[in-house]
């Protein structure tokens, strides 16, 4: 009998309609997996074991009375817990909401539900998503499954480990500069961020709202696909005012011919001082693997994209100080006792209930939104906004998709940056695609000469082209495979058949 993790999540859907295996017995296999990897990893905050197998039962059931069968029916998915999905805790990796229940479930965890999947759990994170470690949970940290003395990335960190350790097949994150790329590109695995608005934000905690857009993580793209369709097959969902209904053909469209395809690089950044060498190489065998399968490069460029991180950093903590006002202890999150005024009752809880990023970015939300320094800080980053869109479609005039880094570098070890500001630079190949609002999508092409770890190129695309983006995508897994070098359906080694039989 196959092992859960040498199953893609089509696999799984396919045996258990066919009857190959119950969706009990995969639920079962995939906490026995967790249960030997865990101990290493620690990608999850909560195992919803009981809610997994209630779930599992009911397709069981269904499949038993002949009852058509959804595109995920048995699949084991994790949650990164900024989600709500009732049953559960919805944490955020604060202190601030260690108690909190999901008092409702988020449209994009409802929709992989409806499609038949298993909820196994919520993933570790960042904490409000904030960073790009994972390092700032307040829980624990989580082990890159290629090193574990190495960061999984973030800020969905715990998604992308889970589903790298062979855990489960498929993860939601949420990505507002790089949460989804960034991780997915440390841990060897695929991440997409669909463009702005494809996927409903709604019972997703707010960062950025501006830039927040949730998508899925798999171990190879048509998983990807498969978790896309599945989210977008529900059309537009009322409940978020961004959110845009988009074909559910992700699949369909995924295998055809990308030959005269143009995609363009941008050679300031191939160049740029921050890469590393062996993001540099890995990023030619990308260009390599993609014109074998006759696609055309063309040069272009993106004249303010120096200036991207600098109107993140301004845009993102305005929105996040707006969006976490709400945590102050009455209305939502950790009260402090034995207060003797309400203004010493908000203080006190929002000092113990946050931790040193979080307080770091609503400080400096606050800062740039008072009198006076908001006309020199938020509004010009938005005017940079406004000149990066205008950049990207200047590009997408020209080509059909953009070959880039997701990352400066490969995975780094728990404790190497040593400045926020340094973590906030690193984001520089990931932060632009939010600002525009477009699609990006991370696909590991291989592993590192100097780290062994992996290293992914990302492919970004114009909005609301998702579907053609992932099949470059494709295309470029296809083209790695074909040369032997991809780390692309594969577990991280050291965790491939640790428990998780499927009896
Ligand atoms: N690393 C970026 C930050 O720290 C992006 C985080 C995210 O996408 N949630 O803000």
């Not at 009990?24 to 990893?41: F, G, K, Q, Y």
């Not at 959110?243 to 050679?267: D, H, K, N, T, Y």
Request: net charge negative.
């Amino acid at each position: 009998m196959p092992y859960i993790d040498e199953l893609s999540a089509a696999e799984i859907a396919a045996g258990v309609a066919r009857g190959d295996f119950s969706a009990t017995e995969v639920v079962r296999a995939s906490l026995d997996a967790i249960a030997s990897r865990e101990p290493d990893v620690q990608a999850f905050l909560q195992i919803s074991a009981d809610l997994a197998l209630q779930t599992a039962a009911v397709t069981d059931a269904r499949r038993a009375k002949g009852e058509p069968l959804g595109l995920l029916a048995g699949v084991p998915v994790a949650f990164k817990d900024n989600m709500q999905l009732v049953g559960t805790r919805t944490t955020c990796a604060s202190r601030m909401l260690e108690h909190f229940e999901s008092p409702f479930t988020a449209t994009c965890v409802q929709r992989l539900l409806d499609a038949g999947a298993t909820p196994i759990g919520k993933t570790n994170m960042d904490e409000f998503a904030f960073g790009s470690s994972t390092e700032s949970s307040a829980f624990h940290r989580t082990g890159n499954p290629w090193d574990t003395q190495r960061v999984p990335g973030g800020s969905s960190g715990g998604s992308a480990a889970a589903v790298a350790a062979g855990e489960v097949p498929i993860a939601l994150g949420s990505d507002t500069g790089g949460s989804i790329r960034q991780p997915a590109s440390f841990c060897g695995v695929v991440g997409m961020k669909p463009t702005y608005g494809v996927v409903s934000r709604y019972g997703v905690v707010a960062f950025g709202s501006s830039l927040d857009q949730v998508g899925p993580f798999g171990r190879c793209v048509c998983d990807v696909a498969l978790a896309m369709d599945a989210l977008v097959v529900g059309g537009r969902d009322p409940l978020d005012s961004m959110s845009q209904s988009v074909p559910a053909s992700f699949r369909e469209q995924l295998e055809e011919p990308v030959e005269g395809m143009r995609v363009g690089v941008i050679e300031s950044l191939m160049e740029h001082e921050a890469l590393s060498a062996e993001v540099r190489a890995a990023l030619e065998d990308a260009r390599a693997a993609l014109e074998t399968q006759g696609v055309q490069f063309v040069q272009v460029a993106l004249p303010h994209m120096e200036a991207a991180i600098a109107a993140y950093y301004v845009i993102g903590p305005a929105e996040a100080f707006s969006n976490l006002a709400r945590f102050d202890g009455v209305r939502f999150g950790y009260q402090e006792p034995d207060c003797a005024t309400l203004a010493e009752q908000t203080a006190r809880s929002r000092a113990r209930g946050f931790g040193a990023e979080a307080k770091r970015r609503q400080l400096l939300g606050a800062y740039l939104l008072a009198s006076g320094v908001y006309d020199q800080y938020y509004y010009p980053a938005q005017q940079v906004r406004t000149l990066i869109t205008a950049d990207y479609r200047a590009a997408f005039a020209r080509c059909d998709a953009l070959l880039l880094p997701a990352a400066p570098t490969a995975a780094f070890r728990f404790g190497e940056m040593s400045t926020p500001t340094q973590m906030y630079a690193a984001d520089l190949f990931t932060i632009s695609n939010n600002i525009a609002g477009n699609a990006g999508v991370s696909v590991p092409v291989g592993l590192g000469k100097t780290s062994c770890m992996p290293i992914a190129a990302q492919l970004q695309g114009p909005a609301f082209k998702d579907h053609a983006l992932l099949r470059v995508a494709r295309a470029l897994e296809r083209g790695v495979e074909d040369a032997g070098r991809t780390c692309s359906g594969t577990v991280a080694p050291g965790f491939a058949r640790m428990g998780g039989v499927l009896a």
